[in-house]
C-alpha cells in the first residue's frame, strides 16, 4: 500500500510542476504578471521553473524522491506564502486553482517525507559522515 500511495502521490506532484513549466518557460502573461507582483520577473520565473523541473526529476527517480519531496515543499511553502501575501488566492480570475495546485503538491511533498523518511536519514549519513 505504502508503495502504491507514494507512486500516486510522486507522479501528482511531478505532474503538476511539469505542467507548469510551459507557462514559466515561454513568459505567458499569467506567469509574468505573478512572479511581476511578487518582485521577481524575470529570474524569478526563470529559476523557479528550472527548481520545479529538478525537483519533479528527483521525484520520479526512486533513490532521490525524499530529495525532491524536499526541494518541493520548499518551492511550493514559497508559493503558498506569495498567494497568501502578495497575490490573493485567486489570481486574474483562476478560481484559486494556482494555489490549489501549489497546496496539493505541497501536501503530497510533506506525505513523501514522512514515507520515504529513512532516505532523509541516509542523506544526512551521506552528508555528515
Excluded at 41 to 66: D, H, K, M, N, Q
Aim: aromatic share 10%; net charge positive.
Amino acid at each position: 500500500m505504502k508503495k502504491y500511495l507514494s507512486i500516486a502521490l510522486r507522479i501528482v506532484a511531478a505532474a503538476i510542476m511539469l505542467q507548469t513549466l510551459y507557462f514559466k518557460f515561454t513568459a505567458a502573461p499569467e506567469s509574468v504578471y505573478i512572479f511581476s507582483q511578487a518582485g521577481i520577473e524575470p529570474w524569478g520565473r526563470i529559476g523557479t521553473g528550472v527548481a520545479e523541473l529538478i525537483a519533479s526529476l528527483l521525484l520520479l527517480v526512486p533513490r532521490t524522491i525524499a530529495l525532491g519531496a524536499a526541494v518541493s515543499l520548499g518551492l511550493m511553502a514559497g508559493a503558498l506564502a506569495t498567494h497568501l501575501l502578495i497575490l490573493g488566492i485567486e489570481v486574474q480570475g483562476d478560481g484559486g486553482q494556482l494555489f490549489a495546485y501549489a497546496l496539493i503538491v505541497f501536501l503530497s511533498s510533506s506525505a513523501l517525507m514522512l514515507i520515504h523518511s529513512d532516505q532523509l536519514l541516509s542523506y544526512r549519513k551521506i552528508l555528515f559522515n
